[in-house]
């Protein structure tokens, strides 16, 4: 008998059924000890020496394992593929050890990025020792996080009342609402004024275009900034005789962006689906666990704590079949698009989070879940097909008009934009976080030196604002640009922050709290 040691107990029941009678699948129910919250559980001057203390739900667990390991041929670790999996291998190989339950039985580790038949078959061929290094860096960040935490939190107990605790990466994501929250108090707004004149060709087709230069000088965003220079503009407009002085079309291409990392899932869903981080990972937990298919568990996506872009060549090939079954040839570029990440200490151990079997599409498995499992299925399926479809093909037009009205004269410009072939578009474009005119407008066609009627000329008061309070997409995109925390640490840390009364969230938004 081999007994596998996995995390979850619905893991453990899906897993026993792919590998058979020869074998029994136990969860460790996620870590199964800690660090005391007591002076002393980490020893600086003692090589950073460390107490562990076993939790106690996990106390009858592990004494279950242990009585299995004792009458097995061999013990099998297979917790995430991650840090904190590799870490829980780990513990509990410690705590069979220190229980005397392994005497020379052999360990193996095994990974599997997905919860397929297949996957957890290829990688019981592929055993392997605990990666040291990975848990050295565990230990690392463990001991950090409680030297900082059990360091700062006693001050803050004592300088401010009901605070709770702080951390070596809450109390970052904390200082950047805050300090996001001081340049909105800090922030002066300001007047401006834009300029629209809307014209029409001979054929009374519709050019709407803007103030761009006065007499010679270029005009900003900002530069207009009362009423009467706005009136006065206006004013020359309105008896302004206008033409055509230059017409520049590139032809331009948009390409897919890259699969699915545990950032960018969190981030999408938060704009196109409305989930907040922990709701997203949750949904992504049971994909990955598996749901049932018609009478048999199946997980659907591969592991959703990553930060690798790239996906396993036979996910390419098969996502390439996909794309010529369902689009056609014209939608496949010649070869398959290679990602690397941009983030600044991605790991990129892993594939990018995907579908396990390209097949299957979001249409067929509908019924079989959830609305919300359905919907981020449906995600992370267009934005991995898309990912490895032809680029769009656009044309962006400029077109510059002259107004002239006696001795002064003016630049306006229209731009716009023709989408000549959808490519990945026909099935994903990525959400925005501020809303924009994406595309602009389709301009007529005009030529050099053509007279332009002038229908009206409209002079518009805005105010500048101050740049936008954190969303939880927006604070996750930060704080992965700036290297803190980690694809698993994410969430927990906003569920911290606002647990704690750190910050609140109001209409979607971080807003600091006082005590923050």
């Known amino acids: 008998m081999n007994i596998v040691i996995v995390e979850s107990p619905a893991k453990a029941k899906t897993i026993n059924k792919y590998l058979g009678s020869g074998y029994r699948v136990l969860a460790s129910y996620g870590h199964i000890r800690d660090l005391p919250a007591k002076d002393g559980s980490v020893k600086p001057d003692d090589d950073f020496d460390m107490l562990w203390e076993v939790d106690g739900k996990a106390k009858k667990r592990l004494a279950e394992i242990a009585a299995a390991v004792k009458d097995a041929d061999r013990l099998i670790l297979a917790t995430d ?104 108090e800090r922030f002066r707004t300001q007047e401006y004024w834009s300029i629209l004149a809307r014209l029409a060709t001979a054929g009374d087709a519709a050019i709407d275009a803007r103030l761009a230069g006065l007499d010679g000088r270029k005009i900003g965003r900002l530069d207009i900034g009362t009423k009467a220079e706005a009136d006065d503009i206006k004013k020359m407009l309105d008896g302004a005789a206008f033409r055509v002085i230059d017409i520049e079309s590139k032809p331009q291409k948009r390409h897919p962006q890259p699969p699915f990392t545990t950032s960018t899932l969190q981030q999408e869903a938060s704009r196109k689906l409305g989930f907040s981080a922990t709701h997203t990972m949750r949904v992504a937990q049971r994909l990955y666990e598996g749901v049932n298919l018609g009478g048999e568990t199946v997980g659907l996506i591969t592991y959703m704590r990553t930060d690798g872009v790239q996906i396993a060549p036979e996910a390419v090939r ?90 002064r004269v003016a630049v306006l410009r229209a731009t716009g934009a023709v989408i000549r072939f959808d490519g990945f578009l026909t099935l994903y474009q990525e959400g925005k976080d501020d809303e924009e005119d994406e595309e602009g407008r389709r301009l007529p066609a005009v030529a050099p030196n053509e007279a332009l009627q002038r229908r009206a000329v409209e002079a518009s008061q805005h105010f500048t604002e101050p740049p936008p309070r954190y969303t939880e997409a927006t604070l ?41």
């Open 81 to 184: 593929p991650d840090r904190e999996g590799e870490a829980i291998s780990w513990h509990v190989l410690e705590v069979l050890r220190q229980k005397r339950a392994l005497k020379d039985k052999p360990v193996e580790r095994v990974v599997f990025n997905a919860i397929t038949k297949q996957a957890v078959l290829d990688a019981m061929k592929k055993p392997r020792a605990i990666d040291a290094p990975l848990v050295d860096a565990y230990l690392a960040r463990r001991a950090l996080d409680y030297l900082v935490g059990f360091t700062l939190s006693p001050v803050l107990w004592r300088k401010l009342p009901g605070a709770r605790s702080a951390g070596r990466v809450q109390s970052v994501a904390l200082r950047l609402v805050c300090d996001r929250e001081a340049e909105i």
């Open 318 to 407: 098969a996502t390439r079949d996909a794309i010529l079954s369902r689009f056609g040839g014209r939608y496949l570029p010649d070869v398959p698009r290679h990602y690397s990440t941009k983030a600044k200490n991605a790991q990129e151990a892993h594939e990018a989070i995907r579908p396990t079997e390209l097949g299957r599409h979001p249409d067929e498995v509908r019924r079989m879940l959830e609305p919300d499992e359905a919907r981020l299925y449906e995600l992370v399926w267009k934005r991995t097909v898309a990912s490895q479809m032809e680029s769009a093909e656009l044309e962006r037009t400029t077109i510059d008009v002259e107004a002239r009205n006696g001795g």
């Open 476 to 516: 996750i995109k930060k704080m992965e640009e700036l290297g803190i925390g980690r694809p698993s640490t994410y969430t927990s840390t906003l569920a911290v922050l606002r647990d704690r009364g750190y910050v609140t969230l109001e209409k979607k938004r971080l807003l600091p709290e006082d005590k923050g």
